[in-house]
């Protein structure tokens, strides 16, 4: 694998982790630019920004956010853990051959060959932190398979049997998906995808059977957590005739919703709203695929009905924003598969008070615990980081080839966006923008087609890079 450089920036620069392409070493110019190569420590890679002085109100918040786990006491825990796109596939579906991995080497960022691992550490530092409840929003599946629903269920009983309930939802990939398969040899082989019915069968202990009402017309539901919270579980997926990437709701589902919010008035539930694709135009560039059809009308109801946090994922990127026309907060968690492997957890106490911040599930720590010798475990937060940047890095260098970009210039470019779309999917664009825009090969793609879909979205990320979306704090 190629490896590709992150900055060590310093008293003027930033302290990133990461190492360099190809056979470069510590101290080396990478690409010509002065880019000095340091391997952070995982404590390093983990640690967030230093916290900002507290309210008394704040302070009441903080204290109650772990003081609780592990021991016996009366209060509910306030914490729900949110986690994304996990993209399980069962292990039956795969020998490993050069079908699989062919994809797992062409993914758009996922790390299908360790998607057990992944979500094993994931499972266990659940069980561990005890949450009220945790929330999958949607593409439990690599493709829907049948199959790999119903081995992801096996493993969320674990958690359930530990007393931490489950609570799901489908997303773009998991219903009535063509290309559900099995990968054998060479060739993949079509396998059986999962039929709405039956998702909610597989998934009738994780939300499904537990609602306190169900959306006829959808896999909409509502299921009430501990403290009396209710979670508005929308089905924005579109899967009549096969699976398309965009969402919407279904306009009989905006009557159930009516429905169920009379009753959250009634008895006067505090409401969160769930769905796999975002409310809001969280990317300006991929906003078609990525936010719900005529979302404006969903806000106009969520605003109606006094809802003000709504989660979503979807877009593989750690995100949030709020609505230019209402009082709605929307938090995108990252993708679970994808590096670094983060989920959200929310300390709620209402719309207009909670916390929310992200924590990296520690493979690493889990491969210990298993004496597993995988190398790629045992130092899994670089392995992951590496394996997205040679994504990132393989797109670019693919979209330069060919149009009059000199090698050295194609590397250099290539570089650069790979280092900062890294770091936006994990929501830490802010830490090297600057860097990245002093560089000649920021200049060198504005000369080179602003118009191309790589050179805008990378201007957005550098534009929406202002804050560290890995924590929201309201108020």
Same mark, same amino acid.
């Given at each position: 694998?190629?490896?590709?450089?992150?900055?060590?920036?310093?008293?003027?620069?930033?302290?990133?982790?990461?190492?360099?392409?190809?056979?470069?070493?510590?101290?080396?110019?990478?690409?010509?630019?002065?880019?000095?190569?340091?391997?952070?420590?995982?404590?390093?890679?983990?640690?967030?920004?230093?916290?900002?002085? @507290?309210?008394? /109100?704040?302070?009441?918040? !903080? #204290? $109650?956010?772990?003081?609780?786990?592990?021991? +016996?006491?009366?209060? =509910?825990?306030?914490?729900?853990?949110?986690?994304?796109?996990?993209?399980?596939?069962?292990?039956?579906?795969?020998?490993?051959?050069?079908?699989?991995?062919?994809?797992?080497?062409?993914?758009?960022?996922?790390?299908?060959?360790?998607?057990?691992?992944?979500?094993?550490?994931?499972?266990?530092?659940?069980?561990?932190?005890?949450?009220?409840?945790?929330?999958?929003?949607?593409?439990?599946? @690599?493709?829907? /398979?049948?199959?790999?629903? !119903? #081995? $992801?269920?096996?493993?969320?009983?674990?958690? +359930?049997?530990?007393? =931490?309930?489950?609570?799901?939802?489908?997303?773009?990939?998991?219903?009535?998906?063509?290309?559900?398969?099995?990968?054998?040899?060479?060739?993949?082989?079509?396998?059986?995808?999962?039929?709405?019915?039956?998702?909610?069968?597989?998934?009738?202990?994780?939300?499904?059977?537990?609602?306190?009402?169900?959306?006829?017309?959808?896999?909409?539901?509502?299921?009430?957590?501990?403290?009396?919270?209710?979670?508005?579980?929308?089905?924005?997926?579109?899967?009549?005739?096969?699976?398309?990437?965009?969402?919407?709701?279904?306009?009989?589902?905006?009557?159930?919703?009516?429905?169920?919010?009379?009753?959250?008035?009634?008895?006067?539930?505090?409401?969160?709203?769930?769905?796999?694709?975002?409310?809001?135009?969280?990317?300006?560039?991929?906003?078609?695929?990525?936010?719900?059809?005529?979302?404006?009308?969903?806000?106009?109801?969520?605003?109606?009905?006094?809802?003000?946090?709504?989660?979503?994922?979807?877009?593989?990127?750690?995100?949030?924003?709020?609505?230019?026309?209402?009082?709605?907060?929307?938090?995108?968690?990252?993708?679970?598969?994808?590096?670094?492997?983060?989920?959200?957890?929310?300390?709620?106490?209402?719309?207009?008070?909670?916390?929310?911040?992200?924590?990296?599930?520690?493979?690493?720590?889990?491969?210990?615990?298993?004496?597993?010798?995988?190398?790629?475990?045992?130092?899994?937060?670089?392995?992951?980081?590496?394996?997205?940047?040679?994504?990132?890095?393989?797109?670019?260098?693919?979209?330069?080839?060919?149009?009059?970009?000199?090698?050295?210039?194609?590397?250099?470019?290539?570089?650069?966006?790979?280092?900062?779309?890294?770091?936006?999917?994990?929501?830490?664009?802010?830490?090297?923008?600057?860097?990245?825009?002093?560089?000649?090969?920021?200049?060198?793609?504005?000369?080179?087609?602003?118009?191309?879909?790589?050179?805008?979205?990378?201007?957005?990320?550098?534009?929406?890079?202002?804050?560290?979306?890995?924590?929201?704090?309201?108020?």
């Amino acid at each position: 694998m190629r490896r590709i450089g992150i900055l060590c920036l310093f008293a003027g620069t930033l302290m990133l982790g990461g190492c360099s392409f190809g056979q470069q070493e510590r101290g080396e110019t990478v690409g010509g630019s002065n880019i000095i190569i340091e391997k952070n420590t995982e404590e390093d890679m983990e640690e967030g920004p230093t916290a900002p002085s @507290l309210s008394p /109100e704040e302070a009441t918040i !903080e #204290a $109650l956010r772990l003081p609780e786990l592990g021991t +016996e006491t009366n209060t =509910v825990n306030p914490e729900i853990v949110i986690a994304s796109d996990i993209h399980y596939l069962a292990k039956e579906l795969t020998d490993f051959g050069a079908a699989f991995q062919h994809m797992a080497e062409n993914e758009d960022g996922k790390m299908p060959a360790y998607v057990w691992e992944i979500t094993d550490a994931f499972l266990n530092q659940v069980i561990d932190r005890r949450p009220q409840a945790l929330i999958l929003s949607g593409d439990l599946t @690599l493709n829907g /398979e049948k199959v790999s629903q !119903e #081995a $992801l269920a096996q493993q969320l009983q674990r958690v +359930e049997d530990a007393g =931490v309930p489950v609570v799901v939802i489908p997303g773009n990939h998991d219903i009535n998906n063509p290309k559900a398969c099995s990968f054998k040899g060479d060739e993949t082989i079509p396998a059986e995808p999962t039929s709405p019915e039956q998702f909610a069968s597989i998934y009738q202990e994780f939300g499904y059977g537990e609602a306190i009402s169900r959306d006829p017309a959808s896999l909409s539901y509502t299921y009430e957590l501990t403290d009396g919270t209710w979670l508005l579980m929308l089905d924005s997926c579109q899967y009549e005739d096969g699976a398309l990437v965009g969402g919407m709701i279904r306009g009989e589902t905006y009557q159930w919703i009516d429905q169920v919010m009379e009753d959250a008035w009634n008895q006067e539930r505090k409401v969160i709203a769930v769905s796999h694709h975002n409310l809001l135009d969280q990317s300006r560039i991929y906003e078609e695929d990525c936010t719900i059809e005529h979302s404006e009308e969903l806000e106009r109801k969520l605003d109606e009905w006094g809802i003000g946090l709504f989660l979503s994922g979807h877009l593989h990127v750690q995100h949030y924003k709020t609505s230019k026309r209402y009082p709605i907060d929307e938090i995108v968690t990252a993708a679970l598969a994808v590096s670094p492997c983060q989920y959200g957890v929310l300390q709620f106490f209402g719309p207009e008070n909670y916390y929310y911040f992200t924590e990296i599930t520690d493979v690493t720590d889990w491969a210990d615990k298993k004496s597993n010798p995988d190398r790629n475990l045992q130092d899994f937060n670089l392995y992951a980081d590496e394996f997205l940047q040679e994504i990132f890095y393989n797109k670019a260098k693919a979209e330069l080839a060919g149009k009059g970009v000199s090698q050295d210039e194609i590397r250099g470019m290539a570089e650069i966006y790979a280092m900062l779309n890294v770091r936006a999917v994990g929501g830490k664009a802010y830490e090297i923008k600057d860097y990245i825009m002093a560089t000649p090969y920021y200049e060198l793609w504005q000369q080179y087609d602003r118009t191309s879909i790589l050179c805008m979205y990378m201007n957005e990320i550098l534009e929406d890079a202002v804050v560290d979306y890995n924590e929201k704090r309201r108020p």
